[in-house]
Nanobody
Framework: VQLQASGGGLVQAGDSLRLSCSAS????????IGWFRQAPGKEREFVAA????????TYNDFVKGRFTISRDNAKNTVYLQMNSLKPEDTAVYYC???????????????WGQGTQVTVSS
């Protein structure tokens, strides 16, 4: 399975963006799709993840209440709706696949190319 993130862009603080993670190939019901981000000079960090087969999600504390992860199984796509964006959300956002609902990037594989999100103040 290949994953491709898209939907990034340049926005102002307080704006919204919706990122998409499209999968080519079959995603099994046991799989997890997660979003991570990496800001310049910083480590890549976990943002949110969802099970493919049922409603089960987890978020990093810094995005709770602002970001929502969802999936469209028919379209083989996972979305990250980002509201109330802040300049500190500026980063390259990546999606990847895991076999367990984990926040550790070591558990994830099939990393797609990222999409740049830039939030101006």
């Amino acid at each position: 399975v290949q994953l491709q993130a898209s939907g990034g862009g340049l926005v102002q603080a307080g704006d919204s963006l919706r990122l998409s993670c499209s999968a080519s190939g079959r995603i099994f019901s046991s799989h997890i799709i997660g979003w991570f981000r990496q800001a310049p000079g910083k480590e890549r960090e976990f943002v949110a993840a969802t099970r493919w087969s049922r409603e089960s999600t987890t978020y990093n504390d810094f995005v709770k209440g602002r970001f929502t992860i969802s999936r469209d199984n028919a379209k083989n796509t996972v979305y990250l709706q980002m509201n109330s964006l802040k300049p500190e959300d500026t980063a390259v956002y990546y999606c990847a696949k895991a076999n367990s609902l984990s926040r550790s990037q070591r558990e994830y594989y099939s990393w797609g190319q990222g999409t740049q999100v830039t939030v101006s103040s």
